[in-house]
């Protein structure tokens, strides 16, 4: 089955500077990669996907970034706030709406 | 993107008694919805997935006597954590995939402290 990997476990950045997130997968019929951004005490949210036909995504501040060769995708988000602080989930699935695999999550703090 | 609501978000109580929490689609039809436990600083844990109309797929390990699952609508699943014991307190999260698309939206989460 699906495993996904997700570095680093912590992560602490300045505000203003950027953060970046990997995760790696093993499945290679895998096709599906979101993003999650969980608040304390409160469900994900999702912030951010790709597919398995495109190689970089853009919204705003946050991008991800897809090689499908190497098995690996990356959350980046530019310019930090303080509201960015949060755990950060990757998931990966091959078959939409089902299976969805999470990474372990990043704790992500931007100090102000 | 999808609304997904859970109620109640905080629950306390007594050991050996049940608790159900419900988990709505407010603006979609799911006909599969998903049911995840979370422990401090871990990741989402898949319990079970429910689909409308039939009975629930639950993961490996997890007590389907325990927590029951039941999704008697496009709209509604329920989970029912049934002779509640302290080792039951967590956090629990249901979620929904929409259309076509297969994304997946969360609720908000429902902690359960049992005492």
């Known amino acids: 089955g699906e495993n996904v990997e997700q570095h680093p476990s912590t992560l602490s950045v300045q505000e203003g500077d950027s953060a970046v997130i990997k995760c790696t997968y093993s499945?290679?019929?895998?096709?599906?990669f979101p993003w999650y951004k969980q608040e304390l005490g409160k469900g994900p949210q999702l912030i951010i996907d790709?597919?398995?036909?495109?190689g970089e995504k853009k919204d705003q501040r946050i991008a991800v970034t897809l090689n499908k060769t190497a098995k690996h995708f990356s959350l980046h988000i530019t310019e930090t706030q303080p509201e960015d602080s949060a755990v950060y989930f990757c998931?990966?699935?091959?078959?939409?709406?089902?299976?969805?695999?999470f990474g372990p999550g990043t704790r992500l703090s931007v100090l102000p | 993107g999808a609304v997904v609501s859970q109620h109640p978000s905080r629950v306390i109580c007594k050991s050996g008694t049940s608790v159900k929490i419900e988990c709505r689609s407010l603006?979609?039809?799911?006909?599969?919805m998903f049911w995840y436990r979370q422990f401090p600083k871990q990741s989402l844990m898949l319990m079970a997935t429910?689909?409308?109309?039939?009975?629930?797929?639950?993961e490996q390990g997890v007590e389907k006597d325990k927590f029951l699952i039941n999704h008697a609508s496009l709209t509604l699943s329920t989970l029912t954590v049934t002779s509640a014991h302290p080792e039951d307190s967590s956090f629990y999260i249901c979620?929904?995939?929409?259309?076509?698309?297969?994304?997946?939206?969360f609720g908000e989460g429902s902690r359960l402290t049992v005492l």
């Open positions: 979620s929904a995939s929409w259309g076509v698309s297969g994304e997946l939206f």
């Open positions: 790709i597919r398995s036909n495109v």
């Open positions: 429910s689909n409308e109309g039939s009975k629930a797929t639950y």
């Open positions: 603006d979609f039809q799911a006909t599969t």
């Open positions: 499945d290679s019929a895998s096709n599906y």
């Open positions: 998931a990966a699935t091959e078959n939409y709406g089902q299976n969805f695999v």
